[in-house]
């Protein structure tokens, strides 16, 4: 010891030892994220959906009838769930349940997926969608509603398979990643996937951000006016929007003259995607319903333009509560990749050995790897996946959130499920009230607005 040193004893500190350097800033999984980043020199891609926390549907509760209004008996008396998108259109889209699967392209997804859903959907008395790879002749064949995409670009569009179609949707953008184009990677790019997008196999396809025949809604409503020519004006065209600036784009859509809006939250999935987009991008779902409403509404085109939503639904409550805002119909994507068996801990699958994550965990669906045979085009990997059983599993699902739905809308006194309305709904956060503009529960008050009566 130095002459002058003190001995000191050491004494427990006053504190939580585990607090110093648990940054809320920098925890430990954003500085994973920057050793990552920093290796790849790139930004991360996934697959799935939204990580972080944000308001939702399970911030809103029902309110349903007591002695203040007369509920529906379950078990005689019939509540109607038959929807239609395009009404205005000479053969709308006329569906037995208010849900239906969602553009997923086939190369994002396998070949069983694809045709699964399309013969689960049917079963379910209700559509499928195409999605951005174009048609494969059985999902047509499987699919008694059939909605054909347009994406963003030229490549992959076929008139002949357009003509086929129960309805046309534009997709201009996505609600997990609004702004960006579509991206599949080159490992599920196969010769037939290839050649059917006109693009070279083996290597990353990316869509365009915007299409280049429309720079803005003038040039679209052309490009809608070509399209109801081509097919002699029979069938409903609906736009397919990422919720961002909801309110304006809806009232600028509405002039395009399209038949059905089709909104879609920032909870959406995506096959591929930067991760820091899907986290960072779009607009809740509740809150893109209640603006696409009123500007539906404000243009004086309800019940001529339908309003589509999709984006986090995951149960009948969900399905409810989106109609409940202002939704005609649902869209589904990512739950009905579940009922497939997306993330399922089936006998076949090793996911830590073979995608370093435990079943419930993987977002893996852009690698081609998928362990389940969903999200893939590896032969092997595909025979994991038996289309019947699959197609079987899709209907019950379907069916369920229907009679869910069903379920909520008798005991809120309707004998139709779209004659749900925001007043059955209350919500249990301030920010769940002020996006959903709907009252808080227990108060008259909905949060931003000043009378809730004059809402």
């Known amino acids: ?45 996934r697959g799935f959906s939204l990580f972080k926390k944000i308001p939702h549907w399970d911030d809103l509760t029902f309110l349903p009838g007591t002695l203040t209004r007369f509920v529906i008996e379950g078990y005689r008396e019939k509540c109607e769930t038959k929807t239609v998108i395009g009404p205005r259109a000479k053969r709308p889209i006329e569906l037995d349940i208010p849900v239906y699967v ?91 996937v290839a050649e059917m997008r006109s693009l070279p196999a083996g290597i990353d396809q990316r869509s365009p951000a915007r299409h280049p025949d429309w720079l803005g809604p003038d040039d679209l409503a052309l490009k809608i006016q070509e399209i109801r020519e081509a097919t002699d004006w029979q069938i409903p065209i609906q736009l397919k929007l990422g919720a961002a600036r909801v309110y304006d784009d809806v009232r600028m859509a509405v002039k395009c003259d399209p038949d059905s809006i089709y909104i879609d939250g920032m909870e959406g999935g995506t096959g591929a995607g930067p991760h820091l987009a899907t986290e960072d991008t779009g607009v809740p779902g509740m809150a893109a319903i209640r603006q696409a409403r009123r500007a539906i509404d404000d243009l004086g085109k309800r019940g001529e333009i339908s309003l589509v939503y999709a984006g986090g639904i995951r149960n009948g ?113 301030m920010e769940a009230s002020a996006m959903a503009a709907v009252p808080l529960a227990g108060t008259n008050m909905t949060v931003g607005v000043d009378d809730y009566h004059h809402l």
Request: aromatic share 8%; with cysteine.
């Open 1 to 45: 010891m130095a002459d002058g040193d003190i001995p000191r004893t050491k004494k427990p500190l006053n504190r939580d030892p585990n607090r110093l350097g648990n940054s809320s800033i920098f925890p430990p999984h954003v500085i994973d994220d920057i050793h990552i980043k920093s290796e790849l020199g790139r930004y991360r891609m």
């Open 102 to 192: 969602t553009g997923m392209s086939f190369g994002a997804l396998s070949y069983e997926a694809k045709t699964a859903l399309a013969r689960g959907a049917t079963m379910a008395g209700t559509a499928t969608c195409s999605g951005e790879g174009g048609m494969i002749p059985d999902e047509r064949r499987y699919s008694t509603k059939w909605f054909y995409q347009c994406i963003q670009s030229r490549y992959g569009f076929n008139p002949h398979h357009l003509v086929l179609a129960d309805a046309c949707e534009f997709f201009i953008g996505q609600g997990c990643k609004v702004g960006l184009g579509g991206h599949l990677m080159g490992q599920k790019v196969t010769d037939q």
């Open 317 to 429: 409550a969900d399905v409810a509560k989106a109609i409940a805002l202002g939704a005609d119909a649902i869209a589904l994507g990512h739950s009905v990749m579940m009922a497939l068996n997306c993330n399922k801990d089936i006998p076949e699958a090793d996911y830590e050995s073979e995608m370093g994550v435990e079943p419930g965990y993987c977002y893996h669906c852009h690698t081609g790897r998928c362990p389940v045979g969903v999200a893939t085009q590896d032969p092997k990997l595909r025979a994991r996946l038996n289309p019947d059983e699959a197609a079987e599993r899709v209907y019950n699902f379907l069916h369920t959130l229907t009679i869910e739905a069903q379920l909520f809308a008798r005991a809120c006194g309707k004998t139709n499920i779209h004659s749900l309305e925001p007043e059955d709904l209350a919500a249990l956060t």
